[in-house]
């Protein structure tokens, strides 16, 4: 399997926009400041469902439909934002949609899912076990199970990151959060179809560090998401096809703590007045950790969605949580 090539990405770019508008990348006064050097900031909390995940699920309903035009409906698993970027998307051809999510799961995305017309249904712990349930449920009724990486995802979501390699083509790199990979290997893509010569750095959450492990032992484990924060990166199993296109074309990975990634939340709200979740705030987090290194080059965040809940997010500005260091 191959990432998405120029001409798919196009084409999927193509889909993205019949429904939508792309999003703004700014470079904002007070972060360079902080970070002693040029920053550009993709600001995919601007989307219509504020995440980035939005133009994957309209892209790969229209590739299913195209190739299993009968299916019945369809069934997935998520922390929140792909949950929502399917439930929009099934809505537009009138196809019932199941979503499971683990327990605790954020409340105002679940809310948010099921005002989308998603049947929403909890179980589990954490995302590995509702992706398992998700699996049990679309064997029994027959549905198509809707995974959580996939190339036509990818396509998708690589109109966000043509977008901003287009408008900064000296991006020296760019910093991009990974929960199951579709973000980060839609970076790469992008970046082969246009020939930036961009570094693409992950992120991943200190207490959610699998990806982090698996890229440099090469062997995937799972290691159980502790996270208080950043629920869109707790991923605890790698995807085997992300994890070999992120080794081969991911300089590094950083990871972040939940206070860094708090930190980071209050920064964007206090610099560029923007709500960003946790997974939203981790590319600048990283960025920040390694402020050091940036020496004037120009580097760019994703803001990969502003969907946090009210009272965790007033916790954070007050600075009330007990957060993992």
């Not at 439909?65 to 998307?89: C, F, I, K, M, Y």
Request: with cysteine; glycine share 8%; charged share 15%.
């Amino acid at each position: 399997m191959q990432l998405p090539n120029a001409e798919q990405l196009r084409a999927a770019q193509a889909v993205v926009y019949q429904r939508l508008q792309p999003t703004a990348q700014y470079r904002w006064p007070l972060l360079a400041e902080a970070l002693g050097t040029p920053v550009w900031v993709k600001h995919e909390n601007h989307g219509a469902l504020g995440a980035f995940k939005q133009r994957g699920g309209l892209n790969y309903l229209q590739q299913l439909l195209q190739r299993e035009p009968h299916v019945a409906g369809l069934v997935s698993a998520t922390r929140g934002n792909h949950g929502q970027s399917l439930a929009a998307a099934a809505a537009l051809y009138n196809l019932p949609l199941q979503i499971v999510v683990p327990h605790g799961n954020s409340q105002e995305k679940n809310a948010a899912m099921r005002a989308l017309g998603a049947e929403l249904i909890e179980h589990g712990d954490d995302f590995q076990a509702a992706c398992e349930h998700a699996a049990q449920l679309a064997e029994t009724s027959g549905w198509h199970r809707v995974p959580a990486f996939h190339p036509d995802l990818i396509a998708g979501v690589a109109s966000y990151c043509l977008e901003l390699l287009s408008a900064a083509p000296q991006l020296a790199r760019v910093y991009v959060p990974i929960g199951m990979g579709s973000g980060i290997c839609a970076m790469l893509a992008a970046r082969a179809a246009l020939q930036h010569s961009v570094e693409v750095i992950g992120v991943v959450s200190k207490h959610a560090p699998a990806y982090a492990r698996a890229f440099t032992s090469g062997e995937r484990q799972c290691i159980a998401s502790q996270t208080l924060l950043a629920d869109g990166m707790a991923c605890s199993t790698p995807d085997p096809q992300a994890l070999r296109w992120i080794r081969e074309g991911v300089s590094r990975i950083v990871e972040v703590s939940d206070r860094e990634v708090a930190a980071a939340m209050r920064l964007l709200f206090s610099a560029t007045h923007n709500v960003a979740e946790g997974a939203g705030a981790a590319s600048l987090a990283a960025a920040l950790q390694e402020r050091e290194q940036h020496h004037g080059a120009e580097i760019g965040v994703i803001i990969s969605g502003g969907n946090v809940d009210s009272r965790l997010y007033a916790q954070v500005l007050a600075e009330q949580l007990d957060l993992l260091g």
